[in-house]
């Protein structure tokens, strides 16, 4: 009885302790900034914003999709592997229609700690 009782104490702790690695072992973002103010812009004309990013983790980022809230932005990514210690981009227009404030969001989605992380733009439009 007792050989069971180490044996299971020793396989929930080698369980344990691989999850705990395989956490540790990913790729993580770290961006200069998550939110970027345009300030007053001029409608009708599209302005971009270059969000920055580096892999602080130990393994290669990729970024699946950058999926923008509404039809009036687009984004632009960096589509190869970022590797730890390396930097990429996600680079976002809005096409500024009516005259109004603005906030929008990026939805970042890839293999990092954080699978889903959100990017902001706000301003106001302006004739």
Do not use: W
Not at 61 to 89: D, L
């Amino acid at each position: 009885m007792k050989k069971i009782v180490t044996i299971c104490t020793m396989l929930v702790a080698f369980v344990c302790s691989t999850t705990l690695a395989q956490q540790n072992s990913k790729a993580e973002f770290k961006f200069d900034k998550e939110t970027h103010d345009f300030g007053k812009i001029p409608q009708g004309k599209p302005v971009t914003h270059v969000f920055t990013f580096e892999n602080t983790g130990t393994e290669p980022i990729i970024i699946s999709e950058v999926k923008p809230s509404c039809g009036c932005s687009v984004a632009e990514y960096t589509k190869t592997p970022v590797k730890p210690g390396e930097k990429g981009t996600i680079s976002v227009t809005f096409n500024a229609a009516a005259k109004q404030p603005f906030t929008k969001n990026f939805t970042v989605r890839s293999n990092t700690k954080t699978p889903v992380k959100t990017l902001y733009i706000k301003g106001e439009v302006t004739g």
